[in-house]
């Protein structure tokens, strides 16, 4: 069962365009979504992170958009860079002690000059 | 200094062999994970450990056993490998509350011919 839905699968973006990443969630009992991203090689690395309680987060060029009631959440990257190619997963996870992470399908970002 | 290490990164076998990949973590994290990326980059969480006790055990064949000697280390032995356990193993650790960040391993990629 797939908990958490990710697209695109991939996404080719001009250098100073903004990149978009959607994702859905179905338990509600969600109430932690980062986003985690990943380097050829390297393992997965958390970018921003955000709780229900606020609809957006900010980092940079960096911004999470947080629809409660749609049970949807979103990555926006400002300005994009070659650099930012890589992959972008988003996840969920309930607050706890034996808290595990779900992750989406992943979306391998390309970012062209 | 690398905040998760794994070794080895690449481990090449053939079917039915059995082998080890070791974990050492060194942020002081009491809850470790391994998780299994497939060829198509898909996360999947196979078991995770809370102060030595193994506390998710997902569905995964009793091939694969882990073992914490203590909560720095977390170890993955997999007993007579097959094809289909060929992907990248990574281990990660966090402060064992959900909603903290996962801290990744650069990943065993295993290759069972």
Redesign the interface.
């Known amino acids: 069962q797939q908990q958490v839905k990710q697209s695109p699968q991939s996404l080719i973006v001009q250098k100073g365009g903004i990149s978009i990443i959607n994702c859905a969630y179905e338990n509600t009992a969600f109430d932690y979504f980062p986003w985690y991203q990943q380097f050829p090689g390297k393992g997965p690395a958390l970018l921003i992170a955000i709780r229900p309680d606020v609809s957006e987060k900010k980092e940079g060029r960096f911004t999470i958009s947080f629809n409660k009631s749609a049970k949807q959440f979103s990555l926006h990257i400002m300005d994009s860079q070659p650099g930012d190619s890589a992959t972008y997963f988003c996840a969920a996870s309930i607050t706890g002690t034996a808290s595990k992470l779900t992750f989406g399908t992943g979306t391998r970002l390309q970012v062209t000059l | 200094d690398t905040a ?1 290490s794994q070794t080895p990164k690449y481990l090449v076998t053939q079917m039915g062999n059995d082998k080890s990949i070791k974990c050492e973590q060194n942020l002081g994290h009491d809850t470790m ?1 391994w998780y299994k990326q497939d060829s ?6 196979m078991f ?1 450990y ?1 102060n030595k006790e193994l ?2 055990n997902e569905t995964v064949p009793n091939r694969f056993s882990p073992k914490s000697p203590d909560k720095a280390h977390l170890n993955l032995h997999i007993n007579s490998l097959e094809l289909g356990d060929s992907a990248v193993y ?1 281990c ?1 650790s ?1 402060t ?4 903290s ?2 801290h ?4 065993t990629r295993l290759t069972v011919t």
């Open positions: 998760v994970y198509k980059k898909f996360l999947k969480i995770s809370n506390i998710i990574f990660a966090t064992g509350q959900g909603g960040p996962l990744f391993g650069n990943g």
